[in-house]
């Protein structure tokens, strides 16, 4: 696995460990701990605000607005009980698939 890889498993890994300490104590136990709802809120919210920085085509400020995304959809995934492994295997399902196919195979519009 890529290094870049293994970070995003190693964060899965942590906020992991986060569900059950105290919410006073850790950021991502109080996400967690209000439930999915409220950490699919935020993860819209971040997914907006990396939408407008990407519009101002500053890439710092994306790279920064990108890591709250990904930090954001992982506190999600462990919010709903998904492991990023399926995430990932999902991916990799779809790897060499055309985006138009696979949406079409789901009855999505392109």
Not at 5 to 32: H, N, V
Not at 75 to 81: N, Q, R, S, T, W
Request: hydrophobic share 45%.
């Amino acid at each position: 696995m890529s290094s870049n890889l293994q970070a995003l498993a190693d964060l899965a890994e942590a906020i992991a460990k986060r569900r059950g300490e105290s919410p006073d104590q850790s950021y991502t136990a109080k996400l967690l701990s209000q439930g999915v709802e409220k950490c699919a809120k935020k993860f819209g919210e971040e997914a907006v605000e990396l939408a407008l920085a990407s519009m101002k085509r500053d890439k710092a400020h994306v790279a920064a607005e990108a890591a709250d995304v990904l930090y954001h959809l992982v506190v999600l995934l462990e919010a709903a009980d998904v492991p990023l492994s399926s995430v990932m295997d999902e991916l990799e399902r779809r790897k060499g698939v055309s985006g138009l196919a696979e949406k079409a195979a789901r009855g999505k519009n392109p």
